[in-house]
């Protein structure tokens, strides 16, 4: 089954793009989907300060101030990045 997977992602595709160049857009998304998800965790996780007695305007400065939460944004855009760029073969 996985060599199944590994061959049909190095077919060349219909727009001349070859499958290792996909396969890279794949590894982006997966990637991307890791960053997005450890930071969308991060950003819940600091939501339990609310109950502590912070407002939301302390909230989304103190989240601003945080690397690890920009790590959602990031992960987004590399996501985002690499489904537009996969070829209509592999969607």
Known sequence: MLHKFLSSAYICCNDGQTGERSMGYAILFLVGFGLAVAGGVTI???????PAGITWLEYFLFIRTRLECY???IGFICMMIA???LPPKLK
Do not use: G, T, V
């Open 71 to 73: 790590l959602f944004p």
């Open 83 to 85: 489904i537009r760029k």
């Open 44 to 50: 819940i996780a600091y939501m339990n300060f609310l």
